[in-house]
């Protein structure tokens, strides 16, 4: 067989066994249905978080059917490369935001929704015994540069688009602190580092200690363009 008829034979078979996995294994491993938070991840659930970004209706949806409490903001410009867009205030995920809720992107309270249920609370359970009822963190809106320079590109806080965890408050009372527990040798350090790692497959972006010294005392999440983890 001539090595051209032997490319299109393997063509048509890898076509055909593509659509016999579509057909047969569980929609979340289809790259064309919708995502759902309560699903298991796949190595299709990043790439389905990142296409939440311009599709407002099929990201409140998905907020909407895992059951999410959020009131949404109205899209409006605040300043130079700031303002919101397809951004709500988040209220209740598995965890309480506050009465007033912490502002975000419709896509980050949907990464942040699967990192929750997926990654942060399994490690709460498993490594130290409890789940977390609240998160402290040091916000997510900042008309802002990157890093609080005078000049540059705007942060992914300039859009609501990031958020910068500090701690964790856990349901039987206890305390995590990233500043505090990051290089602890206890099961605190290695649930930071576990929810770290957990969150690299979420979101876009992710910082923390070991980042440098102005993410010492927090994780920064977001969900820009630059797919970095440190």
Same mark, same amino acid.
């Given at each position: 067989?001539?090595? +051209?008829?032997?490319?299109?034979?393997?063509? @048509? &078979? +890898? #076509?055909?066994? /593509? +659509?016999? $996995?579509?057909?047969?294994?569980?929609?979340?491993?289809?790259p064309?249905?919708?995502? /759902?938070?309560?699903?298991? !991840? =796949?190595? +299709? =659930?990043?790439?389905?978080l990142? #296409?939440?970004?311009?599709?407002?209706?099929?990201?409140?949806? *998905?907020?909407d059917?895992?059951?999410?409490?959020?009131? /949404?903001?109205?899209d409006?410009? =605040?300043?130079?490369?700031?303002?919101?867009?397809?951004?709500?205030?988040?209220?209740?995920?598995? *965890?309480?935001?506050?009465?007033?809720? @912490?502002?975000?992107?419709?896509?980050?309270?949907?990464? &942040?929704?699967?990192?929750?249920?997926?990654?942060?609370? !399994?490690? /709460?359970?498993?490594? &130290?015994?409890?789940?977390?009822?609240?998160?402290?963190?040091?916000?997510?809106?900042?008309?802002?540069?990157?890093?609080?320079?005078?000049?540059?590109r705007?942060?992914?806080?300039?859009?609501?688009?990031? &958020?910068?965890?500090?701690?964790?408050?856990?349901?039987d009372g206890?305390?995590?602190?990233?500043?505090?527990?990051?290089?602890? =040798?206890?099961?605190?350090?290695? $649930?930071?580092?576990?929810?770290?790692?957990?969150?690299?497959?979420?979101?876009?972006?992710?910082?923390?200690?070991?980042?440098?010294?102005?993410?010492?005392?927090?994780?920064?999440?977001?969900?820009?363009? $630059?797919? *970095?983890?440190?």
């Amino acid at each position: 067989m001539r090595p +051209l008829a032997v490319f299109f034979c393997l063509i @048509v &078979l +890898l #076509g055909g066994a /593509a +659509l016999a $996995f579509l057909h047969f294994a569980p929609a979340r491993y289809d790259p064309f249905a919708p995502l /759902a938070i309560d699903e298991d !991840p =796949t190595f +299709l =659930t990043a790439w389905k978080l990142r #296409g939440l970004k311009g599709d407002p209706e099929a990201c409140f949806a *998905l907020l909407d059917a895992a059951g999410i409490e959020y009131r /949404a903001i109205p899209d409006r410009v =605040t300043g130079p490369g700031c303002g919101f867009q397809d951004a709500a205030r988040l209220r209740h995920s598995s *965890l309480r935001w506050g009465p007033s809720g @912490v502002p975000l992107t419709c896509p980050m309270i949907a990464a &942040l929704a699967v990192w929750e249920r997926h990654d942060l609370q !399994p490690a /709460a359970r498993d490594l &130290l015994g409890a789940e977390v009822a609240e998160i402290d963190h040091f916000g997510s809106y900042a008309c802002r540069n990157v890093n609080n320079a005078v000049s540059g590109r705007r942060s992914q806080h300039a859009r609501a688009n990031a &958020l910068d965890v500090a701690g964790f408050r856990l349901s039987d009372g206890r305390r995590v602190s990233v500043l505090r527990d990051w290089d602890a =040798t206890g099961a605190e350090g290695v $649930f930071l580092k576990r929810i770290q790692q957990g969150a690299c497959a979420r979101f876009a972006s992710v910082f923390g200690p070991d980042h440098n010294a102005a993410h010492a005392n927090h994780f920064h999440f977001d969900m820009g363009g $630059f797919g *970095l983890c440190r």
